[in-house]
C-alpha cells in the first residue's frame, strides 16, 4: 500500500528498511510541508510494522490488522490531534471527555480524517493538544498493547501542543517503553522544544513535484487540462491542497481573476473601484490571496505566449493572454519583476493589512504595466 503515497519514495524507502533491518526507531519525527502525506504515512508505517501478511505485503490493507487501523479502531493505534479546550466540568477524573458535543466534535474530524482526509476541518474554537491529552497519552503507553506487536502513537501538528503538554511529553520521550513507536507530525519543526526534536530520529518529506500532482489530477476524467494545470500550480507541492480545490471546484476565484483582468484592458477604472470595495473586510483576504495565485498563473502565460505556447495553462483563454500581451510585449521586462511584486503582496497579506488597499495597489501596479499610467 505504501505506493499509494506519492513523490515520498525516499521517505517509504527509510522506513521499509527500517522494517526489514528490525530497526525501528521508538519516536520519530515526520516533518515538511502541509499536504504532502506525513500523516498518511505514519498510519501505513504503524499498519506495517503490525500487518499479519507477508513481509513483501506489509502493510497489506486487507488483514484484520491493517483494516482497524485504517478505520481507526485498532485499540493500539493512539491518535492525538490539537482539539479546542474542553471545559473542566466536560472532563472526567481520568481526563476522558464527557460533553456530548465535544464528543462529536472529536468523531466529526476522525470521520473526515477517514473519508475526506484533503478537507480542512473547522473547529468551533482555538485548538491545541493541552496536557490532558498528554496524560492520558503517558497512561496508555505504559499499558501492554491489546493485541499489536507494537502499540502506535500519533500526534499530528505536535507544534501545537501547549507549553506544559510540551514538558510532560518529554518525560516520555525520555524513555518509551519497547513495545512503542511514537511519531510526530509537523510542519513547522522550529516551533517544537529542541529537546523534543533532539530525541526523534527526524525524517523529511518533501513537497510534491507538479509533474506528480498533474498526474494524480489526470485520474479525474471530469477535468479540464486547463484546469488540471491550474490546480497544480496553485496548490505549490501541496497533494491535499489540489484535491481539495478540485473538491471545492474553485473556479470562482479565476472568474474573479478574469473579470480583473478585463477591467483592466477595458481601461474603465470606476468598474474597477466598484469591483474592489468587495474587499474591504479582512474575511476577503483568503479570496484575495487566491486571485493573487492567479495572476501570477496568467503573469507565467503572458510569457509562454511569446516563447512557448504549450505550456500556457490558461488554455481556453489564449485571447485574453495575447490582448494582455500585445499591450506590453516586452515581457522579459516585466514578468519576473511583477511576480516579485505579487509575491510581496501575499506577505503584506498576512500582516493583516486591509485586502481592498492591496487589490488597488496591484491594479496601479499592473495598469502601469500594461497602460503606463495609474487610476
Ligand atoms: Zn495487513
Redesign the pocket.
Known amino acids: 500500500m505504501f505506493n499509494k503515497i506519492k513523490g515520498q519514495d525516499r521517505v517509504i524507502s527509510i522506513l521499509k528498511r527500517a522494517i526489514e533491518e528490525d530497526k525501528i526507531a521508538h519516536s520519530y519525527l515526520f516533518y515538511g510541508p502541509d499536504g504532502v502525506g506525513k500523516f498518511t504515512t505514519a498510519l501505513y508505517f504503524g ?2 510494522i ?4 507477508t513481509h513483501d ?11 482497524k ?1 485504517l478505520s481507526f479502531t485498532h485499540p493500539d493505534f493512539i491518535y492525538t490531534f490539537p482539539f479546542p479546550n474542553p471545559l473542566k466540568s466536560d472532563i472526567s477524573a481520568s481526563g476522558e471527555i464527557k460533553s456530548d458535543k465535544a464528543i462529536e466534535e472529536y468523531q466529526d474530524y476522525v470521520k473526515n480524517k477517514i473519508k475526506t482526509p484533503w478537507k480542512e476541518f473547522f473547529f468551533t474554537k482555538n485548538i491545541g493538544i493541552r496536557i490532558g491529552s498528554i496524560r492520558m497519552l503517558e497512561h496508555r503507553i505504559y499499558l501492554t498493547p491489546h493485541e499489536a506487536n507494537y502499540k502506535i502513537f500519533v500526534i499530528e501538528n505536535a507544534e501545537l501542543m501547549t507549553v506544559q503538554a510540551a514538558n510532560a511529553f518529554l518525560k516520555t520521550l525520555e524513555e518509551p517503553p519497547n513495545d512503542s513507536i511514537i511519531i510526530l507530525t509537523t510542519s513547522k519543526p522550529n516551533s517544537l522544544l529542541p529537546t523534543i526534536l533532539s530525541r526523534c530520529q527526524k525524517i523529511q518529506f518533501a513537497a510534491i513535484s507538479r509533474y506528480l500532482i498533474e498526474k494524480e489530477l489526470e485520474k479525474n476524467k471530469f477535468l479540464e487540462k486547463f484546469e488540471i494545470k491550474m490546480y497544480a500550480r496553485i496548490a505549490n507541492g501541496n497533494m491535499e491542497k489540489a484535491l481539495r480545490l478540485i473538491d471545492e471546484g474553485r473556479i470562482e476565484s479565476r472568474e474573479k481573476t478574469i473579470e480583473f483582468l478585463k477591467f483592466l484592458l477595458s481601461g474603465n477604472d470606476l468598474h474597477f473601484i466598484e469591483f474592489v470595495k468587495k474587499y474591504k473586510t479582512s474575511k476577503t483576504q483568503t479570496q484575495l490571496v487566491e486571485i493573487i495565485s492567479h495572476l501570477i498563473i496568467w503573469l507565467a502565460d503572458i510569457s509562454y505566449f511569446k516563447y512557448c505556447q504549450e505550456e500556457i495553462v490558461n488554455l481556453d483563454k489564449t485571447e485574453l493572454i495575447e490582448s494582455l500581451y500585445n499591450k506590453n510585449q516586452n515581457v522579459e521586462e516585466y514578468v519576473d519583476n511583477l511576480i516579485e511584486f505579487l509575491e510581496k503582496m501575499l506577505r503584506r497579506l498576512e500582516g493583516h493589512v486591509n485586502p481592498q488597499l492591496i487589490f488597488t495597489e496591484i491594479y496601479n501596479k499592473f495598469k502601469m504595466t500594461f497602460f503606463g499610467k495609474t487610476i
Open positions: 499498519m506495517a503490525n500487518c499479519l501478511a505485503k506489509r502493510p497489506c490493507g486487507a488483514c484484520n490488522s491493517c483494516q487501523f
